[in-house]
């Protein structure tokens, strides 16, 4: 990792992705999020 702080962004996909995980309903979107939240931190930090 780099050290760098996640962004509100992965903290709400993170969020999103728990819930997901634990309820079973809206998988699909939270791992979009997930996704999307990753893509962007590789371009913010090139993590």
Do not use: C, F, N, W
Request: proline share 2%; aromatic share 0%; no cysteine.
């Amino acid at each position: 990792m780099s050290g760098e702080q996640p962004s509100a962004k992965q903290l709400s996909a993170r969020k999103a992705q728990s819930e997901a995980d634990r309820t079973g309903r809206g998988k699909a979107q939270a791992s979009e999020r997930q996704s999307d939240a990753d893509a962007a931190a590789v371009k913010k930090h090139g993590i």
